[in-house]
């Protein structure tokens, strides 16, 4: 059985960084895009980075020059590190990662707290 798991979330406070990881687990191959969305209390499920299997990322527009998504595709493991962190980042992420057989998998998500 696919596993995503998320590692990496913490209380932090404005300013700093943290380093978001994503690790599959259970027989998943041919992964096209790896994903990041985020989901603050009462509010939906957005997007916020992703890459794909050759390396090219986007990202929604208020992470840019903020947030850097990567990947170690031997690893099936998605990175995201997320510099200058602001209280409005606060949320729980996820990881998503989508194959080229047109299989979704989510993670359980990882609070991110970022809080003087």
């Known amino acids: 059985q696919v596993q995503l798991v998320e590692s990496g979330g913490a209380l932090v406070q404005p300013g700093g960084s943290l380093r978001l990881t994503c690790a599959a687990s259970?027989?998943?191959?041919?992964?096209?895009?790896m994903g990041w969305y985020r989901q603050a209390t009462g509010k939906q499920r957005v997007f916020v980075a992703r890459?794909?299997?050759?390396?090219?990322?986007d990202y929604i527009d208020f992470v840019k020059g903020r947030f850097t998504i990567s990947r170690d595709n031997a690893k099936n493991t998605v990175y995201l590190q997320m510099n200058s962190l602001k209280p409005e980042d606060t949320a729980v992420y996820y990881c998503r990662m989508y194959t080229t057989y047109g299989n979704v998998y989510w993670g359980q998500g990882t609070q991110v707290t970022v809080s003087s």
């Open positions: 890459i794909t299997q050759d390396g090219s990322a």
């Open positions: 259970g027989g998943i191959f041919s992964i096209n895009t």
